[in-house]
């Protein structure tokens, strides 16, 4: 059991409210760093990659380590399907989750996620990057980021507009 174990938590009650993304940081503007925990004990800083590779922040919504979004379910395993194609392309996929330490293990071990999972059960990262939130969890956003640090790149979630396609990414990186 965690804090965020079962659906009804602290997390979902922050959450529960519909409200859609605001504060988003525009295209063009510099990345809003962060730090935040990665399973398997290291810690990430978004300005750690700067000079370095590009990266796609893919912000995705997942309830509990057993309960996933259905929009969001199948990106996850796309992105993991194709992360090769984006390693190719001399960039980073961080995919980042407001579940907490326990539950983000579970989710990298059951599905085999071979790429970086950082976890924000707090909910911070999501709104400094204007995620909205509805139903108990933030909503999922997909930003680039090119090498100097400027988001070159956004999409957030609507459920008429769920994801940005793999295919709409790596199109994007390849025109960095």
Do not use: W
């Amino acid at each position: 059991m965690t804090a965020n174990s079962g659906l009804f938590n602290r997390r979902f009650a922050q959450n529960f409210i519909p409200l859609p993304g605001f504060n988003v940081p525009s295209v063009g503007s510099l990345a809003p760093n962060f730090t935040l925990p990665q399973v398997g004990g290291n810690i990430i800083q978004l300005s750690d990659y700067r000079g370095q590779k590009s990266v796609i922040l893919a912000f995705t919504r997942i309830a509990t380590e057993k309960l996933f979004c259905p929009y969001c379910y199948p990106h996850i395993l796309e992105l993991k399907e194709r992360y090769e194609e984006i390693c190719d392309r001399g960039s980073e996929l961080l995919m980042i989750t407001s579940t907490d330490s326990i539950q983000s293990q579970e989710i990298v071990k059951n599905l085999r996620l071979p790429y970086p999972f950082l976890y924000d059960p707090e909910c911070k990262i999501f709104r400094r990057y204007g995620a909205g939130q509805a139903l108990g969890v933030p909503l999922p956003a997909q930003f680039i980021i090119n090498l100097e640090g400027r988001i070159t790149y956004r999409h957030l979630f609507s459920f008429i507009d769920g994801h940005a396609s793999t295919d709409t990414i790596l199109n994007q990186l390849d025109q960095l």
